[in-house]
């Protein structure tokens, strides 16, 4: 099968504005690079607090990736197989973290789970306290990263139709069945790039961790919080552990980037 190479007549022109571009993304990480003290790299990122801030971003950004899967996923299913009164309304609010400053989705959830907050009243007589806990980081990483992943299952499901779920249906499937045995499968590469960027998003969360979790040490000061610490105390370390996120940063999106492109159909000639 031979591919069919597309329409490619860029004006020369964009090609200088896209290179303006890439040098505004590029450019800062090199000024980064040769800020970096290579002889003291090592022991600056495998210290007691920075490898214990890695190890509970890691744990954090796992653990609200789940959740976005366990809850994006019918949210997904919802905005791209049904219609309904409000369905733009719950599509703006769904969406908002993106556009969102980040502290004030840390203030919303404090607000909302904070001993004095509209639920976190009643959570604290039963005895469950959520802000400035563990669990209040994982809140806020889903709270903000939730949306990537609904955006690009909702995309996928739209893209991909709903003609083998209806073939399915008429064969006698349950919807359920159909669910499991069809429409997961088929959608699979964008549910799994979601994931991936909702990981991503959680692993660099910084204001919505620190308003509404603290930063305190081993239990909410993710990777993020250290480097704003260590900004101050040791510049040098605020570097290093920079160049950590950035690194783990660029494997999460170019997998992302390696599964689109390998999901992708492959276009042929006649």
Known sequence: M????????????????????????????????LRVNWPQFIPLITSESSLAALGLSLRTSAASTVLCVVLGVPLALVLA?????????????????????????????????????????????????????????VLAQTFVALPFLVVSLEGALRSAGSRYEAVAATLGARPTTVLRRVTLPLVLPGLASGAVLSFARSLGEFGATLTFAGSLEGITRTLPLEIYLQREADADAAVALSLVLVAVAVAVVGLSYGRRRSSSPVEVGP
């Open 2 to 33: 031979i591919k069919r190479s597309g329409y490619h007549g860029i004006p020369r022109w964009i090609y200088g504005v896209a290179a303006v571009g890439g040098l505004l993304m590029v450019l800062p990480l090199a000024a980064m690079l």
């Open 81 to 137: 197989r049904s219609e309904f009164p409000g369905q733009r309304l719950l599509r703006s609010f769904v969406l908002l973290p993106l556009v969102l400053p980040p502290v004030v989705g840390g203030l919303a959830l404090l607000y909302t789970f904070g001993r004095q907050g509209l639920l976190g009243k009643s959570l604290e007589l039963a005895g469950i306290q959520i802000a400035f806990s563990t669990s209040a980081v």
